[in-house]
Every structure is written in C-alpha cells, then in structure tokens.
C-alpha cells in the first residue's frame, strides 16, 4: 500500500507544482520518505535516511523534506525533536493534502504538521493515474478494527474505513483503458471491505470481485492482505470466476492455538484449515502463502513445532515470516518478551529453510506444465528476454518480442531456479 500511496504522492505534485520524479537525490526539490513501522526495524532506517539528507538541505537550502506514512502517523511531532530539519510531517490519511502543507513550509520557517485521520477523504482527491503498467495496486479500504494484540496498525492507519464501489471501479476502469491487464486490491484488511453503493446497498469484497471481474480488459485480480477470520463463503465461492489468481495470501502468524489466542488473532488453526479445505474443493491446486511471527511472547518449542506442522499440512508456498518486535501501543508490548534472541532467531531460519524447500518442490513441479503469464517488462539480465509473472507469483523468464509487455502469454516451463523459473512461449493469449 505503500507503494501505491508514494505513486499518489507523485500524481498530486506533480498536478499541484509540476514537479517531475527523479532518481538523483542531489537535484530534488523535494524530498518525501514514505514509512512503515509494522516493525521497528522498518522504523530505525526513516531516521537513517533523514540523517543523510541532512547534508543535502546544507548544499541546497531550498530543498524541502517530508516525512509520511505510518510513522509520521505514530511519532507525530516527535519527528521534528529527533530531526529538525523536517518541513512536513504527514500521515497515510493526510497526503493528499500535501500540496498545502509543502506551500505552507516553504513560505513560513515553520514545520507543517498533519497526521489526522480525516476518513477517506483522500481517494476523492486523488488526479487520475499517468503513468501506468501491465499490473496495478488499487486501495480498496484501509485501516484495521481487529486489533491484534502485536499489531501497530490500527494506531497508525487508523480503523478500518472503506472507499464506495462506483468510486474504486471508476478508478479501473480508468486503469483498464490506459492498458492494466492485472489488479492487486489492496487493504491492510482487505476481506473486511464493506460499503454502500449509490442505491444504499451493502457491498463486500465477494461482491466487489464480481464487478471488477466484469472490467473489461482487466483478466486477472488479486487482493491482499487477507485476515482468516473474515474468509467467508462468498469469498471462496468467489474463485468460480477464473479471473481470480490461483493465488491466496492468508496470514496465519501461528500454527498454535495457545499462540493465536495471546496474539488476539480470533481463530484457531482448525478454523484455518477448514477454509483452506473449502477453497480447495473449487480451486484444488491454489497456491496459499502466509505471514508468520516467530518468538512471540511466551512461545514455547511445542507451539513453534506446531507452526511447523502447519506449515506441512498446508503445503505453504512462498510466505513471509518474521522475528516479533513489540511496538509501541500494543497489549503484546506488555507483555513478558522471555525468548531468547538466539532461539529466535534459530527459529526464524528453521521456518524460513522449510518454507523455502516448499517452494522449490512448487516450482519444479511446474517444469514441463503451461503457465499463463503477464508479461510485464524486459528481463534485467537480458535485453532479448521477458519477464512475466505467473497466477502464483513467479517470475518467469523467455525469448520474446518487446511488443507483447502488458499482454497475457501462455509459457511453457522448462526450468526451475532458485527465484525464478524459465520457460519457451507456446502462445499468445
Ligand atoms: N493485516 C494482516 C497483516 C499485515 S502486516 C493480517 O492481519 O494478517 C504484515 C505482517 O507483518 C503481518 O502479517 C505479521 O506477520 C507481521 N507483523 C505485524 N506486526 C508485527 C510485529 N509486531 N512483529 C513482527 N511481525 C509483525
């Protein structure tokens, strides 16, 4: 989300003053740095990178530097005790208004601060989208009410707020006829979407689906980030619809229930698996990746081999884990943090190898299978080749023409690597 919120940034200012990106730091105007501080590590590296911008507000002393997103949102004022040189602190909510508050830095010697949370009222302002590719991240709600008890986010998003269809499919239909062929959704809650249409209807995230897989032009969505407690029927009778990617990111952090319980998380694995199972019976070989936190407060060697279970019995592909860090404003904070940083760590490998094992074993049962892929882009390592992803998220490389980036490609897989796979075109869809 932060990707598509930094994107917005760019659209804004550059409608508002004309500003252009650039990649040399030294030649910027401005300069915003857009946070996250789901970790604290996430958060310690904003302040690295303001220490070394320091220097360039020296050389040039009209640049302006602004701090947003879910740290601005946390630390607030604070920013400005730790790095005085700021001109502008804003939040996730707020940076629409940055035209404002950039023209009120330059013109006062003062700090423009504005970490608000004035609902969705960003989305209204929001120009349309220029520059486009093959694939789109496009926010559908944001924030979360579930208040986990390790998660900082309903602090820094705010709760869960949800943006009205007409407004979300008018943004791809957009998207669709400047060329995106693919679209991500995006909520830091995704499946809790829900919002009333013009003639006062309930709309939820199965309903949304069904009018964005009626976009024509857009062949393949996606959504994410899912929570398993909101996985709901419709959901999974949803994926009737081929344009759903056989692909489904469902964190479920713990594979013990004890765990779940301390982590406010409102399910047990049982529950877990059942959706799963469900999903299944319509969609027999979808790809489920997770997120996982290992060394919980209190985790003990038997929940974490439970976790390792999961992990079999789901057959997990590529997934994301990590090590827990408390954050500020979490009931997890107060809790007593007894694992050691070793055995966390430990932990964190011994996941982390099994999941990866999973996920050759996936990618070299796709050698000799069709894989239809969206070619999005030239290959880094050669001009001649294409990259494309495929419905579960693998880059795959192959011998082809420039003119088929944003176009669907059925590829057969011929080899399996370690982060990719390659493959030969069989046909153009
Ligand atoms: N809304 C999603 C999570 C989005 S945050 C959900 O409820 O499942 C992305 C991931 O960061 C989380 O899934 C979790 O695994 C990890 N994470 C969040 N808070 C964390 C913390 N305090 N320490 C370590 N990992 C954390």
Same mark, same amino acid.
């Given at each position: 989300?932060?990707?598509?919120?930094?994107?917005?940034?760019?659209?804004? +200012?550059?409608?508002?003053?004309?500003?252009?990106?650039?990649?040399?730091?030294? *030649?910027? $105007?401005?300069?915003?740095?857009?946070?996250?501080?789901? =970790?604290?590590?996430?958060?310690?590296?904003?302040?690295?990178?303001?220490?070394?911008?320091?220097?360039?507000? /020296?050389?040039?002393?009209?640049?302006?530097?602004?701090?947003?997103?879910?740290?601005?949102?946390?630390?607030?004022?604070?920013?400005?005790?730790?790095?005085?040189?700021? !001109?502008?602190?804003?939040?996730?909510?707020?940076?629409?208004?940055?035209?404002?508050?950039?023209?009120?830095?330059? #013109?006062?010697?003062?700090?423009?601060?504005?970490?608000?949370?004035? /609902?969705?009222?960003?989305?209204?302002?929001?120009?349309?989208? &220029?520059?486009?590719?093959?694939?789109?991240?496009?926010?559908?709600?944001?924030?979360?009410?579930?208040?986990?008890?390790?998660?900082?986010?309903?602090?820094?998003?705010?709760?869960?707020?949800?943006?009205?269809?007409?407004?979300?499919? !008018?943004?791809?239909?957009? +998207?669709?006829?400047?060329?995106?062929?693919?679209?991500?959704?995006? @909520?830091?809650?995704?499946?809790?979407?829900?919002?009333?249409?013009?003639?006062?209807?309930?709309?939820?995230?199965?309903?949304? +689906? /069904?009018?964005?897989?009626?976009?024509?032009?857009?062949?393949?969505?996606?959504?994410?980030?899912?929570?398993?407690? %909101?996985f709901t029927d419709d959901l999974i009778a949803a994926y009737e619809d081929k344009k759903l990617a056989n692909y489904l990111h469902l964190p479920v952090q713990s594979g013990s229930n004890r765990i779940l319980k301390l982590m406010r998380r409102k399910y047990k694995v049982d529950r877990y698996?059942? =959706?799963?199972?469900?999903? &299944?019976?319509?969609?027999?070989?979808?790809?489920?990746?997770?997120?996982?936190?290992?060394?919980?407060?209190?985790?003990? %060697?038997?929940?974490?081999?439970?976790?390792?279970?999961?992990?079999?019995?789901?057959?997990?592909?590529?997934?994301?884990?990590?090590?827990?860090?408390? =954050?500020?404003?979490? /009931?997890?904070?107060?809790?007593?943090? $007894?694992?050691?940083?070793?055995?966390?760590?430990?932990?964190?490998? %011994?996941?982390?190898?099994?999941?990866? *094992?999973?996920?050759?074993?996936?990618?070299?049962?796709?050698?000799?299978?069709? #894989?239809?892929?969206?070619?999005?882009?030239?290959?880094?390592?050669?001009?001649? #080749?294409?990259? @494309? &992803?495929? *419905?579960?998220?693998?880059?795959?490389?192959?011998?082809?023409p420039g003119s088929l980036i944003g176009e669907f490609a059925d590829i057969d897989i011929t080899e399996a690597l370690a982060n990719s796979l390659r493959? =030969?075109?069989?046909?153009?869809?």
């Open positions: 989300m932060n990707v598509y919120d930094s994107d917005k940034m760019a659209d804004i +200012l550059r409608e508002s003053h004309g500003f252009e990106l650039t990649s040399n730091e030294k *030649e910027a $105007d401005l300069l915003l740095v857009n946070t996250c501080s789901i =970790r604290e590590k996430a958060q310690e590296k904003v302040f690295s990178q303001l220490g070394r911008w320091k220097s360039l507000k /020296k050389e040039n002393p009209s640049l302006a530097i602004g701090v947003g997103g879910c740290v601005a949102s946390q630390e607030g004022e604070k920013i400005l005790d730790r790095a005085p040189y700021v !001109d502008m602190v804003f939040g996730p909510q707020t940076l629409h208004r940055l035209p404002k508050m950039y023209n009120d830095a330059v #013109q006062s010697d003062r700090s423009s601060i504005d970490i608000s949370f004035p /609902k969705i009222e960003k989305f209204s302002k929001f120009p349309k989208a &220029r520059d486009v590719k093959a694939s789109a991240f496009v926010s559908i709600m944001e924030g979360c009410s579930k208040i986990c008890s390790f998660c900082v986010v309903p602090t820094t998003r705010g709760y869960e707020v949800s943006r009205p269809p007409e407004q979300i499919i !008018d943004e791809i239909k957009d +998207l669709a006829s400047k060329g995106v062929r693919e679209i991500n959704l995006l @909520g830091q809650n995704v499946n809790a979407y829900l919002a009333k249409n013009k003639k006062n209807i309930k709309v939820k995230l199965a309903d949304l +689906l /069904k009018l964005v897989c009626d976009i024509d032009g857009i062949d393949r969505i996606r959504y994410t980030t899912s929570h398993p407690l %909101q698996l059942d =959706r799963i199972e469900k999903l &299944r019976l319509i969609r027999p070989d979808i790809s489920i990746s997770s997120d996982f936190i290992v060394g919980f407060p209190g985790e003990t %060697q038997e929940d974490f081999d439970a976790t390792l279970n999961l992990v079999d019995k789901v057959g997990f592909d590529q997934s994301f884990s990590f090590i827990y860090s408390p =954050r500020p404003n979490t /009931k997890a904070s107060e809790m007593i943090d $007894d694992v050691d940083h070793e055995t966390k760590l430990k932990r964190l490998q %011994q996941l982390q190898s099994k999941i990866t *094992e999973n996920a050759k074993i996936i990618s070299e049962e796709m050698v000799g299978s069709t #894989q239809t892929v969206l070619v999005e882009k030239k290959s880094k390592k050669d001009e001649n #080749q294409l990259s @494309g &992803r495929t *419905e579960n998220n693998r880059w795959v490389n192959f011998d082809g493959g =030969r075109m069989s046909r153009l869809i």
